[in-house]
């Protein structure tokens, strides 16, 4: 079960860091290695709930959208998609990818099986590009928070939101294009 942290402070004062957009992930990670030791509910005196609320809040800002909402108050408007482009790119590959999924499922014969890998390994190369487009996208993005956190703390909390949507966006897309990947290379 995930804890939703109530505010701010709570996930990064658990770690006792600057709460910013980009933390210091070096001291972050320190940090949550020795209190996730101490906390361990193998450790002698360990806490088994102290120990999973360290971990969510490393989760936690260890991605940048959920850090974003956090800093943003928690509330990100919902409806923004995020990049116009990529959205038709990747829903554009993923109709590709998934018409290439059925043909090989229902191809029966020699000639419809050979038809249908050459469809997937189309439908590859589509991924590879729409993949190459996310890379491209969310190099942009850690600019924008490179940006942010260069302003810190005169930024706006619609500012960290809209970045926030746009980072979840991005994620959500590149986990189907790797689910679509897998499976036409492991159907």
């Not at 790119?89 to 099986?113: D, E, I």
């Not at 997937?120 to 890379?135: D, G, M, N």
């Amino acid at each position: 079960m995930r804890r939703k942290f109530l505010s701010v402070t709570d996930a990064f004062s658990l770690f006792g860091i600057e709460a910013r957009p980009i933390p210091d992930e070096a001291g972050l990670k320190e940090r949550y290695l020795r209190e996730s030791a101490a906390a361990h509910p193998d450790a002698g005196g360990g806490d088994a709930g102290r120990f999973a609320e360290l971990q969510e809040a490393y989760r936690v800002l260890g991605d940048p959208a959920s850090r974003l909402r956090l800093l943003a108050g928690g509330d990100v408007p919902a409806g923004k998609l995020g990049s116009p482009e990529i959205f038709m790119l990747v829903g554009g590959t993923m109709q590709a990818a998934n018409a290439a999924l059925l043909a090989r499922s229902s191809a029966t014969t020699a000639l419809t099986r050979a038809v249908s890998a050459a469809e997937c390994r189309a439908a590859v190369a589509k991924v590879a590009q729409a993949l190459e487009a996310i890379k491209e996208a969310r190099a942009r993005l850690d600019a924008r928070l490179r940006e942010l956190n260069a302003r810190w703390p005169a930024v706006e909390p619609g500012e960290l939101a809209g970045l926030a949507g746009d980072y979840a966006f991005i994620g959500k897309w590149e986990a189907q294009l790797r689910e679509a990947e897998f499976k036409l290379a492991h159907g």
